[in-house]
């Protein structure tokens, strides 16, 4: 597969996923009672950034074909 390719392919991962991920996230947080604003400010700061843990590799794959990082230092 061609880097093209592979970055078509990840942009619609990447979107798909990301979607389903805040579909999941809302409706978990909308299940919970009201909660102070503090504390749901660092929830949904949380989950906003701990998205690109799981995408990690689909980019990673999307720029080399391999789906993790080799570090030969």
């Known amino acids: 597969m061609t880097q ?9 991962l990447v979107v798909g996923g990301l979607t389903l991920y805040c579909l999941i996230v809302a409706g ?4 919970l009672p009201r909660l102070n ?4 400010v660092l929830l949904y700061t949380f989950f906003g950034i701990a998205w ?3 995408m990690r590799a689909v980019l990673v794959w ?3 074909g391999s789906w993790w990082v080799r570090r030969d230092h």
């Open 4 to 12: 093209r390719q592979r970055k078509l392919m990840g942009v619609f």
């Open 28 to 31: 978990l947080l909308s299940a």
């Open 37 to 40: 604003i503090i504390l749901e």
């Open 52 to 54: 690109i843990f799981p």
């Open 62 to 64: 999307m720029e080399t």
